[in-house]
Protein backbone atom coordinates (compact mmCIF):
# COMPACT_ATOMS: atom_id res chain seq x y z
CA UNK A 1 0.00 0.00 0.00
CA UNK A 2 2.70 2.84 1.15
CA UNK A 3 5.04 2.28 -2.31
CA UNK A 4 1.99 1.42 -4.43
CA UNK A 5 -0.19 4.23 -4.01
CA UNK A 6 -0.10 6.42 -7.19
CA UNK A 7 0.23 9.54 -5.29
CA UNK A 8 3.90 8.63 -3.26
CA UNK A 9 5.99 8.76 -5.98
CA UNK A 10 7.84 5.36 -4.43
CA UNK A 11 11.65 4.90 -5.69
CA UNK A 12 11.53 1.12 -5.64
CA UNK A 13 7.85 1.00 -7.71
CA UNK A 14 9.57 -1.14 -9.79
CA UNK A 15 9.59 -4.16 -7.04
CA UNK A 16 6.11 -4.17 -6.96
CA UNK A 17 5.49 -4.69 -10.19
CA UNK A 18 2.29 -7.18 -10.46
CA UNK A 19 1.57 -7.56 -6.36
CA UNK A 20 -2.22 -8.08 -6.25
CA UNK A 21 -2.36 -8.37 -2.23
CA UNK A 22 0.15 -8.68 0.79
CA UNK A 23 -2.08 -10.34 3.88
CA UNK A 24 -0.52 -11.33 7.30
CA UNK A 25 -1.19 -15.57 7.26
CA UNK A 26 0.34 -15.73 11.13
CA UNK A 27 2.49 -13.34 13.58
CA UNK A 28 5.74 -14.38 11.21
CA UNK A 29 4.63 -15.36 7.75
CA UNK A 30 3.11 -13.22 4.70
CA UNK A 31 1.85 -13.77 1.81
CA UNK A 32 2.09 -11.78 -1.30
CA UNK A 33 -0.37 -12.55 -4.09
CA UNK A 34 0.97 -11.37 -7.65
CA UNK A 35 -2.05 -10.74 -10.26
CA UNK A 36 0.19 -13.20 -12.79
CA UNK A 37 2.81 -15.89 -12.35
CA UNK A 38 5.98 -14.78 -11.49
CA UNK A 39 9.49 -16.09 -12.62
CA UNK A 40 11.04 -14.15 -10.50
CA UNK A 41 9.02 -12.71 -7.09
CA UNK A 42 12.05 -11.75 -5.51
CA UNK A 43 11.08 -7.84 -5.67
CA UNK A 44 8.85 -6.54 -2.68
CA UNK A 45 10.72 -7.54 0.96
CA UNK A 46 13.67 -9.05 -0.70
CA UNK A 47 17.14 -6.83 -0.56
CA UNK A 48 18.26 -3.89 0.55
CA UNK A 49 15.91 -1.36 -1.37
CA UNK A 50 12.42 -2.63 -0.40
CA UNK A 51 12.28 -3.16 3.03
CA UNK A 52 9.87 -4.68 5.34
CA UNK A 53 7.93 -1.37 7.23
CA UNK A 54 5.36 -1.53 9.76
CA UNK A 55 1.38 -1.19 8.79
CA UNK A 56 0.65 0.48 12.06
CA UNK A 57 3.95 2.58 12.40
CA UNK A 58 3.09 4.33 8.38
CA UNK A 59 -0.93 3.90 9.07
CA UNK A 60 -0.94 8.05 8.38
CA UNK A 61 1.96 8.36 5.64
CA UNK A 62 0.20 6.92 2.29
CA UNK A 63 -0.06 8.75 -1.03
CA UNK A 64 1.42 12.76 -0.79
CA UNK A 65 2.22 12.42 2.94
CA UNK A 66 4.86 10.23 2.42
CA UNK A 67 7.94 12.50 2.65
CA UNK A 68 5.81 14.66 5.62
CA UNK A 69 6.26 11.86 7.64
CA UNK A 70 9.17 12.77 9.51
CA UNK A 71 8.99 11.16 12.80
CA UNK A 72 8.34 7.70 11.05
CA UNK A 73 11.05 8.06 7.97
CA UNK A 74 13.34 8.77 10.81
CA UNK A 75 12.69 6.07 13.08
CA UNK A 76 11.55 3.00 11.13
CA UNK A 77 10.56 -0.14 12.77
CA UNK A 78 12.01 -2.93 11.26
CA UNK A 79 13.10 -6.22 11.85
CA UNK A 80 16.31 -6.19 11.78
CA UNK A 81 19.41 -6.49 13.88
CA UNK A 82 19.58 -2.21 14.99
CA UNK A 83 16.89 0.12 15.86
CA UNK A 84 17.12 3.67 15.31
CA UNK A 85 17.14 5.92 18.57
CA UNK A 86 18.29 9.52 16.68
CA UNK A 87 18.49 10.76 13.00
CA UNK A 88 20.25 13.96 12.00
CA UNK A 89 19.66 14.40 8.43
CA UNK A 90 22.80 14.84 6.64
CA UNK A 91 24.76 14.35 10.19
CA UNK A 92 24.25 11.11 12.59
CA UNK A 93 22.34 8.17 12.91
CA UNK A 94 22.37 6.42 16.20
CA UNK A 95 21.30 2.97 16.58
CA UNK A 96 20.91 0.48 19.41
CA UNK A 97 21.06 -3.33 19.51
CA UNK A 98 17.50 -4.55 18.69
CA UNK A 99 16.32 -6.51 22.12
CA UNK A 100 13.40 -8.44 19.62
CA UNK A 101 16.40 -9.69 16.56
CA UNK A 102 15.42 -13.08 15.59
CA UNK A 103 18.64 -13.94 16.80
CA UNK A 104 19.34 -13.50 20.44
CA UNK A 105 23.45 -14.14 20.55
CA UNK A 106 23.14 -11.30 17.58
CA UNK A 107 24.35 -8.27 17.08
CA UNK A 108 27.78 -8.32 19.25
CA UNK A 109 27.96 -4.88 19.29
CA UNK A 110 25.50 -2.79 21.95
CA UNK A 111 24.88 0.30 19.74
CA UNK A 112 26.30 1.56 15.82
CA UNK A 113 27.06 5.02 14.54
CA UNK A 114 26.58 6.11 11.12
CA UNK A 115 28.16 9.70 9.79
CA UNK A 116 26.87 11.17 6.93
CA UNK A 117 27.38 14.51 5.11
CA UNK A 118 31.24 14.80 4.82
CA UNK A 119 33.26 13.58 1.64
CA UNK A 120 34.79 10.26 0.50
CA UNK A 121 38.00 11.17 1.28
CA UNK A 122 36.72 12.09 4.62
CA UNK A 123 34.83 8.96 5.60
CA UNK A 124 38.29 7.21 4.11
CA UNK A 125 40.70 9.32 6.24
CA UNK A 126 38.53 8.53 9.39
CA UNK A 127 38.56 4.76 8.70
CA UNK A 128 41.78 4.29 7.46
CA UNK A 129 44.09 6.91 8.73
CA UNK A 130 42.40 8.24 11.74
CA UNK A 131 40.58 5.08 13.03
CA UNK A 132 37.34 7.16 14.07
CA UNK A 133 35.34 4.88 12.13
CA UNK A 134 35.03 0.77 11.93
CA UNK A 135 33.55 1.08 8.20
CA UNK A 136 33.55 3.33 5.10
CA UNK A 137 31.58 2.50 1.75
CA UNK A 138 31.67 4.29 -1.68
CA UNK A 139 34.89 5.30 -1.33
CA UNK A 140 35.49 6.97 -4.73
CA UNK A 141 38.58 8.12 -4.54
CA UNK A 142 41.54 7.88 -7.10
CA UNK A 143 44.13 4.91 -6.53
CA UNK A 144 46.70 6.45 -5.50
CA UNK A 145 44.74 8.45 -2.74
CA UNK A 146 43.16 5.28 -1.74
CA UNK A 147 46.51 3.63 -1.67
CA UNK A 148 47.88 6.11 0.64
CA UNK A 149 45.86 6.12 3.03
CA UNK A 150 45.65 2.74 3.45
CA UNK A 151 49.18 3.08 4.73
CA UNK A 152 47.93 4.71 7.63
CA UNK A 153 47.93 1.65 9.35
CA UNK A 154 44.26 1.73 10.97
CA UNK A 155 41.86 -0.07 7.96
CA UNK A 156 41.78 -1.76 4.84
CA UNK A 157 40.44 -1.39 1.49
CA UNK A 158 37.87 -3.99 -0.25
CA UNK A 159 36.37 -4.02 -3.53
CA UNK A 160 34.63 -6.36 -5.78
CA UNK A 161 32.68 -5.95 -9.28
CA UNK A 162 29.06 -6.14 -9.24
CA UNK A 163 26.96 -3.95 -11.38
CA UNK A 164 27.54 -0.56 -10.54
CA UNK A 165 27.59 1.69 -13.32
CA UNK A 166 28.72 5.21 -13.75
CA UNK A 167 27.08 6.64 -15.86
CA UNK A 168 25.46 9.48 -17.82
CA UNK A 169 21.71 10.45 -18.01
CA UNK A 170 20.08 12.16 -20.83
CA UNK A 171 17.10 14.63 -20.06
CA UNK A 172 14.63 13.34 -22.74
CA UNK A 173 12.56 16.58 -21.24
CA UNK A 174 13.28 20.62 -21.44
CA UNK A 175 14.70 21.79 -17.83
CA UNK A 176 14.84 25.23 -19.31
CA UNK A 177 13.83 27.84 -16.42
CA UNK A 178 11.88 30.36 -18.37
CA UNK A 179 9.23 27.64 -18.19
CA UNK A 180 6.59 26.87 -15.40
CA UNK A 181 7.19 24.67 -12.80
CA UNK A 182 4.02 22.61 -13.46
CA UNK A 183 5.70 21.79 -16.63
CA UNK A 184 9.84 22.31 -16.81
CA UNK A 185 11.32 19.06 -17.02
CA UNK A 186 8.36 16.94 -17.42
CA UNK A 187 7.14 14.90 -20.52
CA UNK A 188 4.87 17.80 -21.68
CA UNK A 189 8.13 19.81 -22.99
CA UNK A 190 10.68 17.44 -25.03
CA UNK A 191 14.07 18.85 -25.30
CA UNK A 192 15.03 21.06 -27.63
CA UNK A 193 18.22 18.84 -28.65
CA UNK A 194 18.86 16.01 -26.87
CA UNK A 195 15.29 14.70 -28.26
CA UNK A 196 17.34 14.10 -30.97
CA UNK A 197 19.31 10.70 -31.39
CA UNK A 198 22.39 11.87 -33.62
CA UNK A 199 23.28 14.52 -30.67
CA UNK A 200 23.30 12.21 -28.14
CA UNK A 201 24.79 9.31 -30.10
CA UNK A 202 27.36 12.07 -30.53
CA UNK A 203 27.59 13.33 -26.94
CA UNK A 204 28.71 9.15 -26.16
CA UNK A 205 31.29 9.15 -29.45
CA UNK A 206 32.71 11.82 -28.18
CA UNK A 207 33.89 10.02 -24.59
CA UNK A 208 37.19 8.60 -23.93
CA UNK A 209 35.93 6.25 -21.84
CA UNK A 210 39.57 3.95 -20.90
CA UNK A 211 41.18 7.92 -20.22
CA UNK A 212 38.25 8.27 -17.35
CA UNK A 213 39.14 4.99 -15.89
CA UNK A 214 42.94 5.30 -15.93
CA UNK A 215 42.17 8.79 -14.10
CA UNK A 216 39.29 8.10 -11.84
CA UNK A 217 39.40 4.20 -11.07
CA UNK A 218 42.39 2.14 -12.09
CA UNK A 219 41.98 -1.12 -11.41
CA UNK A 220 38.55 -0.61 -9.49
CA UNK A 221 36.97 0.03 -12.96
CA UNK A 222 36.34 -0.94 -16.25
CA UNK A 223 35.28 0.82 -19.17
CA UNK A 224 31.46 -0.35 -20.37
CA UNK A 225 28.76 0.33 -22.90
CA UNK A 226 26.33 -1.69 -21.11
CA UNK A 227 23.89 -0.66 -18.05
CA UNK A 228 23.65 -4.05 -16.85
CA UNK A 229 27.36 -4.91 -17.09
CA UNK A 230 26.26 -8.23 -14.97
CA UNK A 231 25.82 -11.07 -14.95
CA UNK A 232 27.15 -12.72 -17.59
CA UNK A 233 23.91 -13.97 -18.42
CA UNK A 234 22.13 -10.60 -19.03
CA UNK A 235 25.68 -8.40 -20.04
CA UNK A 236 25.24 -7.44 -23.96
CA UNK A 237 28.43 -7.50 -26.30
CA UNK A 238 27.95 -3.83 -26.82
CA UNK A 239 31.19 -2.83 -27.39
CA UNK A 240 31.25 0.07 -29.87
CA UNK A 241 31.31 2.89 -27.19
CA UNK A 242 34.99 1.65 -26.14
CA UNK A 243 36.86 3.69 -29.17
CA UNK A 244 36.56 7.50 -28.94
CA UNK A 245 35.52 8.66 -32.55
CA UNK A 246 35.59 12.97 -32.40
CA UNK A 247 35.75 12.77 -36.33
CA UNK A 248 32.54 10.50 -37.03
CA UNK A 249 30.80 12.82 -33.66
CA UNK A 250 31.39 15.47 -35.55
CA UNK A 251 30.75 13.67 -38.88
CA UNK A 252 27.34 13.24 -37.64
CA UNK A 253 26.24 16.23 -35.94
CA UNK A 254 26.79 17.75 -39.59
CA UNK A 255 24.58 15.64 -41.26
CA UNK A 256 22.19 16.37 -38.60
CA UNK A 257 22.44 19.62 -39.59
CA UNK A 258 24.54 21.31 -36.61
CA UNK A 259 25.97 23.53 -38.21
CA UNK A 260 30.06 24.62 -36.65
CA UNK A 261 29.31 28.35 -35.40
CA UNK A 262 32.23 31.29 -35.18
CA UNK A 263 32.38 30.62 -31.50
CA UNK A 264 32.95 26.81 -32.03
CA UNK A 265 29.46 26.20 -30.81
CA UNK A 266 27.44 24.00 -33.41
CA UNK A 267 23.69 25.28 -33.73
CA UNK A 268 20.86 24.53 -35.78
CA UNK A 269 18.20 27.82 -36.49
CA UNK A 270 18.44 29.48 -32.92
CA UNK A 271 19.40 26.57 -30.66
CA UNK A 272 22.93 25.94 -29.31
CA UNK A 273 24.03 22.54 -28.32
CA UNK A 274 25.02 24.35 -24.91
CA UNK A 275 24.10 21.53 -22.03
CA UNK A 276 24.09 22.30 -18.19
CA UNK A 277 26.32 18.93 -16.81
CA UNK A 278 25.40 17.96 -12.86
CA UNK A 279 26.66 15.54 -10.91
CA UNK A 280 27.53 15.24 -7.13
CA UNK A 281 30.54 17.05 -5.05
CA UNK A 282 33.61 14.41 -5.22
CA UNK A 283 36.96 14.92 -6.54
CA UNK A 284 36.48 12.25 -9.42
CA UNK A 285 33.45 12.89 -10.67
CA UNK A 286 34.90 17.02 -10.65
CA UNK A 287 37.79 15.62 -13.02
CA UNK A 288 35.06 13.16 -14.59
CA UNK A 289 33.74 16.58 -16.16
CA UNK A 290 36.17 18.31 -16.94
CA UNK A 291 37.64 15.22 -19.02
CA UNK A 292 34.15 15.32 -20.74
CA UNK A 293 33.25 18.91 -21.16
CA UNK A 294 37.02 18.68 -23.04
CA UNK A 295 35.64 16.15 -25.38
CA UNK A 296 31.97 17.71 -25.88
CA UNK A 297 34.32 20.83 -27.09
CA UNK A 298 36.20 18.88 -29.62
CA UNK A 299 32.80 18.58 -31.16
CA UNK A 300 31.67 21.94 -30.93
CA UNK A 301 29.18 21.45 -27.60
CA UNK A 302 29.16 23.97 -25.24
CA UNK A 303 29.41 23.35 -21.53
CA UNK A 304 28.59 24.76 -18.24
CA UNK A 305 29.49 22.19 -15.45
CA UNK A 306 27.75 21.90 -11.78
CA UNK A 307 28.04 19.82 -8.83
CA UNK A 308 26.05 19.62 -5.82
CA UNK A 309 26.34 18.10 -2.30
CA UNK A 310 25.59 14.25 -2.29
CA UNK A 311 23.30 15.04 0.41
CA UNK A 312 21.16 17.63 -1.55
CA UNK A 313 21.46 16.14 -4.82
CA UNK A 314 20.53 12.42 -4.05
CA UNK A 315 18.47 13.74 -0.97
CA UNK A 316 14.87 13.55 -2.88
CA UNK A 317 13.43 16.45 -1.24
CA UNK A 318 10.15 17.58 -3.63
CA UNK A 319 10.94 21.19 -2.71
CA UNK A 320 14.30 21.04 -4.11
CA UNK A 321 15.54 22.68 -7.09
CA UNK A 322 18.77 19.97 -6.90
CA UNK A 323 17.87 16.78 -7.11
CA UNK A 324 18.81 14.60 -9.59
CA UNK A 325 15.03 13.22 -10.00
CA UNK A 326 14.40 16.69 -10.71
CA UNK A 327 16.58 16.80 -13.17
CA UNK A 328 16.69 20.29 -13.81
CA UNK A 329 20.00 20.36 -16.22
CA UNK A 330 20.81 18.18 -19.20
CA UNK A 331 22.71 16.23 -18.40
CA UNK A 332 23.63 14.45 -15.07
CA UNK A 333 26.24 11.93 -13.82
CA UNK A 334 26.08 9.36 -10.93
CA UNK A 335 25.81 5.91 -10.74
CA UNK A 336 23.04 3.09 -9.44
CA UNK A 337 23.11 -0.44 -9.38
CA UNK A 338 20.57 -3.57 -8.78
CA UNK A 339 19.95 -5.63 -5.60
CA UNK A 340 20.29 -9.49 -6.11
CA UNK A 341 21.40 -11.13 -9.05
CA UNK A 342 18.34 -10.69 -11.67
CA UNK A 343 17.89 -7.01 -13.46
CA UNK A 344 14.47 -7.15 -14.13
CA UNK A 345 13.31 -4.28 -11.29
CA UNK A 346 16.23 -2.57 -12.54
CA UNK A 347 15.18 -2.76 -16.39
CA UNK A 348 11.29 -1.72 -15.25
CA UNK A 349 12.15 1.38 -13.99
CA UNK A 350 11.76 2.90 -17.31
CA UNK A 351 8.35 2.30 -17.70
CA UNK A 352 6.53 5.08 -19.78
CA UNK A 353 4.64 6.87 -17.03
CA UNK A 354 7.14 6.08 -14.44
CA UNK A 355 9.33 8.96 -14.29
CA UNK A 356 9.77 12.12 -11.54
CA UNK A 357 6.86 14.85 -11.94
CA UNK A 358 5.28 17.06 -9.81
CA UNK A 359 1.80 15.02 -9.01
CA UNK A 360 4.17 12.09 -7.65
CA UNK A 361 6.39 14.85 -5.06
CA UNK A 362 9.13 14.50 -8.05
CA UNK A 363 9.56 10.76 -7.12
CA UNK A 364 10.29 8.04 -9.55
CA UNK A 365 12.95 6.15 -11.45
CA UNK A 366 12.76 6.88 -15.07
CA UNK A 367 14.94 9.64 -14.42
CA UNK A 368 15.37 10.36 -18.32
CA UNK A 369 11.59 10.28 -18.89
CA UNK A 370 11.84 7.53 -21.45
CA UNK A 371 8.61 6.25 -23.19
CA UNK A 372 8.93 3.31 -25.51
CA UNK A 373 5.22 1.40 -26.13
CA UNK A 374 7.78 -1.53 -27.32
CA UNK A 375 9.82 -1.63 -24.08
CA UNK A 376 6.98 -1.15 -21.96
CA UNK A 377 5.96 -4.77 -23.91
CA UNK A 378 9.58 -6.36 -23.18
CA UNK A 379 8.98 -5.28 -19.27
CA UNK A 380 5.90 -7.62 -19.39
CA UNK A 381 7.18 -10.08 -21.22
CA UNK A 382 10.47 -10.31 -18.97
CA UNK A 383 7.87 -10.33 -15.83
CA UNK A 384 6.38 -13.65 -17.11
CA UNK A 385 9.60 -15.46 -18.60
CA UNK A 386 10.69 -18.51 -16.72
CA UNK A 387 13.40 -19.76 -19.55
CA UNK A 388 16.99 -17.97 -18.18
CA UNK A 389 18.09 -18.21 -21.70
CA UNK A 390 15.11 -16.08 -22.80
CA UNK A 391 15.34 -13.80 -19.72
CA UNK A 392 19.04 -13.33 -20.52
CA UNK A 393 18.28 -12.66 -24.27
CA UNK A 394 15.05 -10.23 -23.39
CA UNK A 395 17.72 -8.20 -20.55
CA UNK A 396 20.16 -7.90 -22.92
CA UNK A 397 17.89 -6.44 -26.02
CA UNK A 398 16.23 -3.43 -22.92
CA UNK A 399 19.85 -3.11 -21.61
CA UNK A 400 20.74 -2.30 -25.91
CA UNK A 401 17.16 -0.40 -26.07
CA UNK A 402 17.86 2.14 -23.31
CA UNK A 403 22.05 2.66 -24.72
CA UNK A 404 23.26 1.84 -27.92
CA UNK A 405 19.57 1.91 -29.83
CA UNK A 406 18.81 5.31 -28.08
CA UNK A 407 21.77 6.43 -25.99
CA UNK A 408 19.15 7.75 -23.58
CA UNK A 409 21.21 6.78 -21.35
CA UNK A 410 25.09 6.78 -21.80
CA UNK A 411 27.02 4.34 -19.52
CA UNK A 412 30.62 5.18 -19.08
CA UNK A 413 32.37 2.85 -16.17
CA UNK A 414 32.08 -0.26 -14.57
CA UNK A 415 32.88 0.35 -11.12
CA UNK A 416 34.07 -1.69 -8.50
CA UNK A 417 32.69 -1.08 -5.25
CA UNK A 418 35.52 -0.21 -3.19
CA UNK A 419 34.96 0.12 0.84
CA UNK A 420 37.21 0.03 3.74
CA UNK A 421 37.04 -1.50 7.43
CA UNK A 422 39.26 -1.22 10.64
CA UNK A 423 41.58 -3.99 11.27
CA UNK A 424 39.83 -4.89 14.49
CA UNK A 425 36.12 -5.47 12.76
CA UNK A 426 35.45 -9.12 12.20
CA UNK A 427 32.63 -10.39 10.40
CA UNK A 428 32.66 -8.05 7.02
CA UNK A 429 31.69 -9.78 3.81
CA UNK A 430 31.59 -7.43 0.56
CA UNK A 431 28.03 -8.01 -0.89
CA UNK A 432 28.02 -6.16 -4.48
CA UNK A 433 24.02 -7.44 -4.91
CA UNK A 434 23.01 -5.79 -1.65
CA UNK A 435 23.33 -3.46 0.63
CA UNK A 436 27.13 -3.42 2.30
CA UNK A 437 25.42 -3.85 5.90
CA UNK A 438 23.54 -7.21 4.81
CA UNK A 439 25.62 -9.10 7.74
CA UNK A 440 26.16 -6.83 9.84
CA UNK A 441 24.27 -9.26 12.85
CA UNK A 442 27.76 -10.57 11.82
CA UNK A 443 30.24 -7.97 12.67
CA UNK A 444 32.59 -8.65 16.11
CA UNK A 445 35.30 -6.97 17.62
CA UNK A 446 38.57 -9.21 16.62
CA UNK A 447 40.24 -9.96 19.56
CA UNK A 448 36.87 -9.80 22.15
Given at each position: ???????????????????????????????????????????????????????????????????????????????????????????????????????????????????????????????????????????????????????????????????????LEMNLTNPSPD??????????????????????????????????????????????????????????????????????????????????????????????????????????????????????????????????????????????????????????????????????????????????????????????????????????????????????????????????????????????????????????????????????????????
Amino acid sequence: QYCMDPEGGCAQLAKFEGVESVEAIDAQTTKVTFSTAKPNPYGPFVGGQSPVIQAAQFADCLGARAPECTEANFGPIGTGPFVVTDFKPNDVITLVANDNYRDPNKPAFASMTFKGGGSAEASGRAVMETGEFDYGWNLQLAPDVIQKMAQGGKGVPVSAFGALVERLEMNLTNPSPDLPPETRATVAEPHPFLSELAVRKALSMAINRQELVDVGYGDAGRPTCNLVPAPALYASDNTECLTQDIAGANALLDEAGWAMGADGVRAKGDVRLSILYQTSTNAVRQDFQALIKDYWSQIGVETELRNLDGSVFFGGDPGSPDTFQKFYADVEMYANVFDGTDPQAYLAAYRCGNEPKPSSQWQGENINRFCDPAYDAMIDELAKTGDLEKRGELGKAMNDMLTKDSYTIVPLVDRGRVSAHANSLGGVVLNVFDSETWNVADWYRIGN
